[in-house]
């Protein structure tokens, strides 16, 4: 019996950075499968999630669907719809459907995930179901390999933090999904306007966000040398 854990997977980049200006980067291919569906299908393996929504620009929503129906076998738990402007108006978008389909309560897990994150591990996932569950919101991060460096001028050093105390952050995010609605509302507009993602929400606050042990291997798949290593990591599975 599914558990009332949802996955989100976040599918608004377009890919500018990658100089792709047909598509966004979540549809260019590796393994001669797009990258959205290499996510997807780490999400589609696990049986705690009660469904997938897949968020989307809206004038990418057929062409998602077109691509889910024709690689993914249980494509009814998948459900596209329309993401936000922001990342965090994408993930209350999530919520929202949620509430519409009257599934949206206290404990109500979302596992936020970007598309474009196609190496996560099962155990990775299933952390994330885990520690949201016990504690509220966790975060996918790993150690900092390399010294970070603070300007806040952008010319001159500020800070040298202390790198044993410093994590790059990954994805997934997860939280208990009304708990994180509840929070994001009680917002200023202006410290929206300072959000970079959806654990800063509760950290801002005040609230605690445990740790996930994330994985090297767990890229974002940005740059056009990112596709040669996704290439190369696809080939060693």
Not at 113 to 121: C, E, I
Not at 135 to 149: E, F, H, K, L, S
Not at 192 to 211: N, Q, S, Y
Not at 214 to 229: A, C, F, H, L, Q
Request: charged share 25%.
């Amino acid at each position: 019996m599914r558990s009332n854990v949802y996955g989100v997977i976040l599918a608004g980049g377009k890919g500018t950075r990658m100089g792709n200006v047909e598509k966004p980067k979540q549809f260019m291919e590796i393994g001669d499968r797009p990258i959205i569906i290499h996510t997807i299908e780490k999400f589609i393996m696990n049986p705690e999630f009660e469904k997938i929504l897949v968020l989307s620009p809206k004038q990418w929503i057929k062409h998602t669907e077109d691509l889910v129906r024709k690689y993914i076998l249980d494509a009814d738990r998948i459900q596209v719809i329309e993401g936000g402007v922001t990342r965090n108006e994408t993930i209350m978008n999530a919520i929202a459907y949620i509430d519409g389909q009257k599934q949206l309560n206290e404990d109500t897990v979302i596992v936020t995930h970007d598309s474009v994150r196609p190496f996560l591990t099962h155990r990775i996932i299933e952390e994330n179901i885990r520690y949201a569950k016990e504690y509220g919101a966790c975060d996918t991060i790993i150690p900092a390999t390399d010294t970070i460096v603070e300007s806040k001028n952008n010319h001159f050093i500020t800070n040298i933090p202390d790198r044993s105390t410093m994590y790059q952050g990954q994805t997934p995010q997860s939280f208990k999904a009304e708990h994180l609605r509840n929070i994001y509302q009680s917002l200023s507009e202006e410290e929206k306007e300072i959000l970079t993602d959806a654990c800063k929400i509760l950290v801002m606050k005040g609230e605690k966000v445990h740790l996930v042990e994330g994985e090297e291997s767990n890229i974002k798949i940005t740059y056009p040398y990112d596709m040669r290593v996704a290439e190369a990591l696809l080939g060693g599975i």
